[in-house]
């Protein structure tokens, strides 16, 4: 006990207090940038910690990790621009309330969804993490490719009125993520001679080509559109959050958070595929299922709560395994070696105290993200009033400059404008682009996982009894797939 209280009187010192708080405003600003991330902010970051105390660096990095969670629903909501991709899910619901007039509600749903579901993530990991990553590991790649395929199947559920359109989507997406170095052979698939292609389509280049760029283009378009993007006469009062409606969000919220530390304690899934499963979910045993995509608050506190759950569920495998569980972790990893501390099994015991004054900065972080978002909230929402002709030429340059900086060159800005092409035509013809984008997530870790699996079970289908989760998994996927078009046919009669 004395240990404990050791450690957490080191994470409330003046020096950590404010190395966490800075982290959490540098990951806020940065996840609002089209293109940049989280990640890439800890990558910057971490020689600004060579002179820190392990606590003081850990406690910034995790800030910044903590932060960009939040900071990239900024864009996605007041200007349909994720600043990543597992924001892209946040747009569904957080634009069009923020087109409606009410950015700051949408801005404040999105905050205390996030720290709600960061907090109860943390306190997975801080409560049960040496359980839980013995469970997480015991999760195979026939475990796996079995939860991914089911995943795949909750696809339908946002396909919006053509469930052949998003089937086409997500094959389409699929399809391009198999771009790059083959798996098992290293042979270049469809690079077409192009070496930035080698390690696949960039994730960032793509999300925003076909989200942000076609919308600027419509509202560029479309005077009238583009006026909509301002708030009209509503009030403060009608603008902001009530307590009554936050707490008619505590099932989509900690439905969310569920999924998000269930998804962040298995290494490799991430944050992009939480946040749609989560969505999904929500959809799924929404009472009114039709209104989200058009403002609701759910699908905003569903998202939200869901992604920024993960990062703290992924620090169950890392300091327990030594296994990171996505990019953001395995940088964290780094920071941990620079200050001479292994992750992994023995962290407690070596480490202790340095362990338990990282859990209590996770939660002084998580306090800090709603301190610094609610003050930023006011200033975030004047974005909206802006005139069209100053902000969409803005954000476009934020684009390419987000993507020149994040993928090293002009190469991944073209990715963006031909994808921004594809993307505007599927508006047209009214094709999920989220599809594609779960389509395009989903394809290599699916891909990965099935080959694993083929070779582990000797290329015997029947081998598969051997994996009673996975078996139960397969058993539902068409059983899941049959339900959801189901309750389509009957959304669509009624």
Same mark, same amino acid.
């Given at each position: 006990m004395d240990l404990i209280l050791t450690a957490i009187w080191n994470a409330l010192s003046l020096w950590t207090l404010l190395s966490v708080a800075g982290g959490v405003l540098i990951g806020i600003v940065i996840g609002a940038i089209p293109g940049l991330n989280a990640p890439m902010a800890i990558a910057v970051a971490i020689p600004l910690t060579f002179a820190m105390s392990p606590l003081s660096a850990i406690g910034m990095l995790v800030g910044v990790m903590k932060g960009g969670g939040f900071g990239g629903a900024v864009g996605a909501i007041l200007l349909n621009t994720p600043g990543e991709p597992h924001s892209a899910a946040t747009t569904l619901d957080g634009h069009p309330l923020a087109k409606s007039g009410k950015p700051r509600k949408a801005l404040q749903t999105a905050l205390y969804s996030s720290v709600v579901g960061d907090s109860c993530s943390d306190l997975v990991l801080i409560l049960l993490a040496p359980v839980l990553a013995i469970y997480a590991l015991k999760a195979g790649p026939v475990e796996l490719a079995a939860i991914l395929i089911l995943s795949l199947t909750l696809v339908a559920s946002l396909s919006g009125r053509s469930l052949a359109k998003g089937i086409f989507a997500a094959a389409l997406g699929a399809l391009l993520a198999t771009v790059g170095l083959d798996l098992e052979t290293g042979n270049p698939r469809f690079a077409f001679g192009y070496i930035e292609l080698y390690d696949g389509l960039p994730l960032a280049a793509v999300a925003i080509g076909v989200l942000a760029v076609p919308e600027i283009i419509l509202r560029l378009q479309d005077g009238r559109q583009a006026k909509t993007a301002r708030p009209d006469a509503t009030s403060d009062g009608e603008d902001r959050l009530a307590l009554s409606e936050f707490k008619r969000l505590g099932k989509p919220i900690f439905r969310g958070a569920g999924i998000g530390t269930a998804i962040g304690a298995l290494p490799g899934l991430g944050t992009t595929l939480a946040a749609f499963l989560s969505y999904a979910a929500t959809q799924r045993f929404s009472k009114q299922p039709e209104k989200l995509g058009t403002g609701a608050l759910e699908g905003i506190a569903a998202t939200e709560s869901a992604n920024s759950a993960v990062s703290g569920a992924n620090l169950i495998p890392l300091l327990t395994l030594g296994i990171p569980g996505n *990019?953001? !972790? +395995? *940088? $964290? %990893? =780094? /920071?941990? #070696? &620079?200050? =001479?501390?292994?992750? =992994?099994?023995?962290?407690?015991?070596?480490? /202790?105290? *340095? %362990?338990?004054? @990282?859990? !209590? /900065?996770? &939660?002084? /972080?998580?306090?800090?993200? @709603?301190?610094?978002?609610? #003050?930023? $909230?006011? %200033?975030? +929402? *004047? &974005?909206?009033?802006v005139p069209p002709h100053v902000v969409y030429p803005s954000v476009l340059l934020l684009c390419v400059v987000g993507i020149y900086v994040s993928q090293g060159g002009f190469f991944a800005v073209w990715l963006m404008l031909i994808f921004a092409v594809l993307g505007f035509v599927m508006i047209k013809m009214e094709i999920s682009v989220v599809c594609f984008i779960i389509g395009l997530v989903l394809g290599p870790m699916i891909e990965l996982s099935i080959r694993q699996s083929v070779i582990l079970l000797g290329r015997n289908p029947v081998a598969i009894f051997d994996h009673v989760f996975a078996l139960c998994l397969v058993v539902a996927t068409p059983i899941v797939a049959w339900i959801l078009i189901r309750d389509r046919a009957r959304l669509s009669d009624g």
């Amino acid at each position: 006990m004395d240990l404990i209280l050791t450690a957490i009187w080191n994470a409330l010192s003046l020096w950590t207090l404010l190395s966490v708080a800075g982290g959490v405003l540098i990951g806020i600003v940065i996840g609002a940038i089209p293109g940049l991330n989280a990640p890439m902010a800890i990558a910057v970051a971490i020689p600004l910690t060579f002179a820190m105390s392990p606590l003081s660096a850990i406690g910034m990095l995790v800030g910044v990790m903590k932060g960009g969670g939040f900071g990239g629903a900024v864009g996605a909501i007041l200007l349909n621009t994720p600043g990543e991709p597992h924001s892209a899910a946040t747009t569904l619901d957080g634009h069009p309330l923020a087109k409606s007039g009410k950015p700051r509600k949408a801005l404040q749903t999105a905050l205390y969804s996030s720290v709600v579901g960061d907090s109860c993530s943390d306190l997975v990991l801080i409560l049960l993490a040496p359980v839980l990553a013995i469970y997480a590991l015991k999760a195979g790649p026939v475990e796996l490719a079995a939860i991914l395929i089911l995943s795949l199947t909750l696809v339908a559920s946002l396909s919006g009125r053509s469930l052949a359109k998003g089937i086409f989507a997500a094959a389409l997406g699929a399809l391009l993520a198999t771009v790059g170095l083959d798996l098992e052979t290293g042979n270049p698939r469809f690079a077409f001679g192009y070496i930035e292609l080698y390690d696949g389509l960039p994730l960032a280049a793509v999300a925003i080509g076909v989200l942000a760029v076609p919308e600027i283009i419509l509202r560029l378009q479309d005077g009238r559109q583009a006026k909509t993007a301002r708030p009209d006469a509503t009030s403060d009062g009608e603008d902001r959050l009530a307590l009554s409606e936050f707490k008619r969000l505590g099932k989509p919220i900690f439905r969310g958070a569920g999924i998000g530390t269930a998804i962040g304690a298995l290494p490799g899934l991430g944050t992009t595929l939480a946040a749609f499963l989560s969505y999904a979910a929500t959809q799924r045993f929404s009472k009114q299922p039709e209104k989200l995509g058009t403002g609701a608050l759910e699908g905003i506190a569903a998202t939200e709560s869901a992604n920024s759950a993960v990062s703290g569920a992924n620090l169950i495998p890392l300091l327990t395994l030594g296994i990171p569980g996505n *990019l953001t !972790a +395995a *940088l $964290l %990893v =780094g /920071a941990f #070696l &620079i200050h =001479g501390v292994t992750p =992994g099994p023995m962290i407690f015991e070596r480490n /202790a105290e *340095l %362990v338990y004054g @990282l859990f !209590a /900065a996770m &939660i002084m /972080a998580n306090v800090m993200v @709603l301190l610094i978002g609610s #003050l930023g $909230l006011r %200033v975030f +929402a *004047l &974005i909206v009033k802006v005139p069209p002709h100053v902000v969409y030429p803005s954000v476009l340059l934020l684009c390419v400059v987000g993507i020149y900086v994040s993928q090293g060159g002009f190469f991944a800005v073209w990715l963006m404008l031909i994808f921004a092409v594809l993307g505007f035509v599927m508006i047209k013809m009214e094709i999920s682009v989220v599809c594609f984008i779960i389509g395009l997530v989903l394809g290599p870790m699916i891909e990965l996982s099935i080959r694993q699996s083929v070779i582990l079970l000797g290329r015997n289908p029947v081998a598969i009894f051997d994996h009673v989760f996975a078996l139960c998994l397969v058993v539902a996927t068409p059983i899941v797939a049959w339900i959801l078009i189901r309750d389509r046919a009957r959304l669509s009669d009624g």
